[in-house]
């Protein structure tokens, strides 16, 4: 269960930049310290319920 990387850290900021003007209302991780350090950043702006699960498959939505 390894750690984000310093290049996973830049990446997940990234990533919650790009989608900031998204309505998310939640968003879900798998149980890895990992995943739940990537989605960190998305969750913090509109304080989105984080959820941990072990199903390793989403669909992911996004209002159009």
């Known amino acids: 269960d390894p750690e984000l990387s310093v290049e996973g850290q830049a990446r997940a900021e990234a990533l919650a930049r790009v989608l900031r003007d998204l309505p998310i209302t939640a968003v879900y ?30 669909t992911i939505t996004a209002p159009r």
Do not use: I, K
């Open 29 to 58: 991780h798998t149980e890895f310290r990992r995943t739940a350090a990537t989605v960190a950043p998305l969750a913090r702006p509109s304080a989105s319920a984080v959820m941990s699960t072990t199903r390793q498959r989403f």
